[in-house]
């Protein structure tokens, strides 16, 4: 079974830029959730999304968005990029028995 | 708000020696508790979890984890150390109802030595 997939792997962007990173879950998972991990701050709740429709965002600034299309998969934008953007991106699935399982990250670095 | 203090930024053990990775949490009544692995460059691997019942858990590659209510701590142990086992990990903790927004400690590096 195909675990959660992430695109690109790495991306490098200028400031003022829009950012888009994709997401499959794994087969059968409704939820998509977005983390950021970025140097210094650790590991960040950033987006919920269940059924096409956003359940909750953790405390990020509007300009970090997303949506989730009807085969679940799930894209992160980040418009009007700023250097403190520069994070590993990852997305998780939702399991079953309340877990979450993360893909591999994708890394994105802001110039 | 729930939070999760790992207080050991770094550890250094003895490939064979034993380990035991500290984690305290916060949060008014039984949080879910999870550990997570990462190598460097990857995502996250779930090694173990808790949410009710028995209080030590057993996970994946040999590691294990006790809750104790009374200390709010989710300590992670393995018995013997493989060189492998050199990673970053993470404890982290979810509330019921919304047991998936995690929130994560600030994670502590394992370096292995030969």
């Known amino acids: 079974e195909a675990g959660v997939t992430q695109s690109p792997t790495h991306l490098i962007k200028t400031r003022g830029q829009q950012a888009t990173l994709r997401c499959s879950p794994i087969s059968g998972h409704t939820s998509v959730y977005w983390y950021q991990q970025a140097l210094g701050l650790g590991l960040q709740f950033l987006l919920w999304y269940d059924e096409g429709e956003e359940r909750n965002r953790g405390n990020f600034p509007p300009r970090f968005s997303g949506r989730q299309f009807p085969n679940y998969s799930s894209e992160l934008n980040v418009n009007a990029l700023e250097l403190e953007d520069s994070a590993l991106y990852l997305c998780a699935s939702d399991g079953s028995g309340n877990t979450i399982y993360f893909g591999e990250g994708s890394w994105l670095t802001v110039v | 708000a729930q939070s999760v203090t790992q207080p050991d930024i770094h550890i250094t053990v003895s490939e064979g020696a034993s380990l035991e990775l500290r984690c305290n949490y916060s949060y008014g009544a039984t949080p879910y508790l999870f550990w997570y692995v990462q190598s460097p460059g990857q995502g996250l691997q779930l090694l173990l979890k808790y949410f009710s019942g028995d209080t030590l858990v057993q996970g994946i590659k040999g590691f294990e984890a006790e809750f104790k209510r009374s200390q709010s701590s989710f300590n992670l142990r393995k018995p013997s150390v493989h060189w492998s086992d050199a990673a970053e990990y993470f404890c982290?903790?979810?509330?019921?109802?919304?047991?998936?927004?995690?929130?994560f400690g600030s994670g502590t590096q394992l370096t292995v030595l030969p």
């Open positions: 982290a903790v979810g509330t019921p109802g919304s047991a998936r927004q995690l929130t």
